[in-house]
């Protein structure tokens, strides 16, 4: 069994609770998230299964976009509504006025990774530390906001739709606005909206792949890991460029401009590779199965 499939996570379970559900089952070993979301996250996951998973870096670099929903007037030690409240403030704020916040977030911007991360230090997990208690000094580092819009409010939250580079966080986003308008602020719900070119209507319930396991039809559930690639143009090997590329040597091809191609040999999908400005196709990743 080879592809991807974008599951619909529910809030409430972490995106290794999700691949470990469907080694199940599928009966696949070899299955891989393309891109972690929190726990009371939902929306857009990429699962990858058997030699699909060669492809799950290419999601994990690629933009996301998000509905978060921030509270203001409150801080917490975890960037949300989950965590131990540390201030809490009047907040009375209107939708245009923080609409006046947001251009300052945008473009290229510097985060502090939050201590309940995922990122290591000496071999341990940020959060881990942090449930103990122990905060440790981290660098800013930069990540991109190509957009960032209020969407509207509702009870005590706003809405706000990111589209972001790998790395981002969101709560840490939130956190940030509430600081720069002064009264603290946590994400009190996230959606994530799409992942790569993939988006919410790509998605599938946990249940409706449970479904089609049990008809024996999970199979059919599946996207060609090409699908991941189809903003690259494609490109036809003959039999001896085919035989190149098989074996991950460099090859000459005529007519076509440098960049990234879809190289397919027999109808198969092969490689994602890059055209130098010489003409010569090499492979960046190989997807063929090896016999």
Not at 148 to 172: H, M, N, P, Q, W
Request: hydrophobic content about 40%; aromatic content about 8%; some cysteine.
């Amino acid at each position: 069994m080879n592809g991807i499939i974008i599951i619909d996570k529910p809030a409430g379970w972490t995106s290794h609770d999700v691949v470990a559900r469907l080694r199940r089952l599928l009966g696949e070993k070899r299955i891989g998230h393309g891109g972690t979301l929190d726990p009371m996250a939902t929306g857009v996951l990429p699962i990858f299964i058997g030699r699909a998973t060669r492809a799950v870096e290419f999601i994990e670099n690629a933009d996301k976009e998000y509905l978060a929903g921030l509270r203001l007037g409150v801080s917490t030690d975890t960037q949300d509504v989950s965590g131990r409240v540390l201030r809490e403030c009047a907040c009375d704020i209107t939708l245009k006025e923080l609409e006046g916040v947001l251009p300052r977030f945008r473009g290229t911007i510097e985060q502090l990774p939050p201590m309940y991360s995922a990122i290591k230090v000496n071999g341990k997990k940020l959060y881990e530390l942090a449930r103990k208690g122990v905060e440790l000094e981290r660098k800013t580092r930069a990540v991109v906001i190509h957009k960032l819009e209020a969407e509207g409010c509702g009870g005590r939250d706003f809405f706000i739709k990111v589209v972001c580079s790998k790395g981002t966080y969101v709560r840490t986003l939130c956190s940030d606005i509430g600081d720069a308008i002064g009264c603290g602020g946590v994400m009190s719900s996230l959606r994530r909206l799409r992942a790569g070119a993939f988006s919410e209507s790509d998605a599938l319930s946990l249940e409706d792949v449970e479904k089609a396991a049990a008809e024996g039809a999970a199979e059919r559930l599946l996207k060609p890991v090409d699908s991941l690639f189809y903003d690259y143009p494609a490109i036809s090997l003959d039999s001896v460029q085919e035989k190149k590329c098989r074996n991950g040597a460099d090859f000459p091809v005529s007519g076509l401009k440098s960049g990234l191609y879809r190289a397919y040999g027999g109808g198969v999908f092969l490689a994602l590779g890059q055209i130098s400005p010489k003409g010569v196709f090499s492979t960046i990743k190989s997807f063929f199965e090896v016999k």
